[in-house]
């Protein structure tokens, strides 16, 4: 299975890329600074470089053809200012989820925020988060082509993964390891049957498989 990562440097995508990778998968990220690109090697990966606040739609797909599945794992990052919060956390998640269409890769994973809402109103920095976090999220249910799952996850903690969690539709407010969010990731993009599901996700007791196998038979 080819498993191509948008935001292939960041602290999640480094995490799933290493275990994509350790489980023999063939893995991807996709990078803007070509100096990252040991680091993902490191993590199993193979690096590509484009830049996706200034790619094309077809230069995008050029990178997802023959993938089985992409996950969009960018960010603007928490020091980033409200016009990179809507190039990137909506523009470029539009643009990855529009590629992969055109590239026929039917099977999308975005990593989106609890809380994210194209209604969200305010205007902090992180108000503008959330909108364009929750207007990335509408478009990509907007596409019929693809078979999506949209992860929600709480307050991101670098402690040590548990490997229990709680996903569900609703989890209600808390926080979860970046380790457990990389590991529901890796189920997720292997379980196809949790298409068209919109789910958070924070700590609790159920073992990560098991969370997503719950998720997907209903």
């Known amino acids: 299975m080819r498993i191509v990562i948008a935001g292939g440097h960041g602290q999640i995508a480094l995490r799933l890329e290493r ?3 350790a489980r023999g998968e063939e893995v991807a990220g996709i990078i ?21 606040e ?14 089985d599945a992409a996950v969009f794992a960018a960010g603007a990052g928490p020091n980033s ?5 809507d190039t990137v956390d909506r523009g470029s998640a539009v643009l990855f989820a529009d590629a992969a269409v055109l590239a026929g890769v039917r099977r999308h994973v975005v990593v989106s925020s609890m809380g994210a809402d194209p209604a969200h109103r305010g205007d902090g920095v992180f108000d503008v ?6 207007e990335a999220d509408a478009h990509v249910r907007g596409l019929d082509a693809l078979d999506w ?7 991101l903690t670098n402690d040590a993964g548990t490997g229990l969690v709680r996903l569900e539709a609703h989890t209600g407010l808390g926080s979860i390891p970046r380790d457990d969010v990389a590991a529901v990731l890796a ?3 292997e379980t196809p049957a949790t298409a068209g599901l919109t789910l958070e996700l924070i700590g609790g007791s159920a073992p990560v498989s098991v969370a997503v196998k719950s998720v997907a038979g209903n």
């Open 129 to 134: 988060y959330l909108r364009a976090k929750g």
């Open 81 to 85: 200012g409200t016009t990179r919060k």
């Open 149 to 155: 799952t949209i992860l929600r996850p709480g307050s």
């Open 19 to 21: 275990l994509l990778a």
């Open 32 to 52: 803007r600074n070509a100096g990252q690109s040991d680091d993902l090697r490191a993590a199993g990966a193979e690096p590509l470089v484009l830049d996706l």
């Open 187 to 189: 189920e997720l993009v």
């Open 54 to 67: 200034s790619a094309s739609v077809e230069e995008v797909a050029a990178l997802l053809r023959g993938a």
